[in-house]
């Protein structure tokens, strides 16, 4: 059964806290200079995690991924203007 999956970046204060992220989702990547996580969890209880991990102390803030939302059907490629010029005009 497949499983719609939205990330969540999450804004340290500390690192050091980082193993408690695992009990509400998995916890894909940590940068240790940047201060961030990114978290994976299900789609449906998105919302409600975000709000619990802005009330931890070490939280400053939780981002949720829009991919999702982002359009990925593109048009056609046009064809490239190079192609209709004549550069041989003037010779």
């Not at 991924?65 to 490239?80: A, G, N, Q, V, Y």
Request: charged share 30%.
């Amino acid at each position: 059964m497949h499983v719609n999956r939205v990330g969540i970046a999450v804004w340290l204060r500390s690192t050091k806290q980082v193993r408690h992220l695992r009990k509400y989702g998995v916890v894909y990547y940590v940068s240790k200079s940047m201060k961030y996580a990114v978290l994976y969890c299900n789609l449906t209880d998105v919302d409600y995690l975000v709000q619990e991990l802005e009330s931890l102390s070490f939280v400053e803030k939780a981002e949720r991924s829009r991919k999702p939302e982002i359009r990925t059907e593109f048009s056609k490629p046009s064809k490239p203007k190079e192609n209709s010029y004549d550069y041989n005009v003037g010779i």
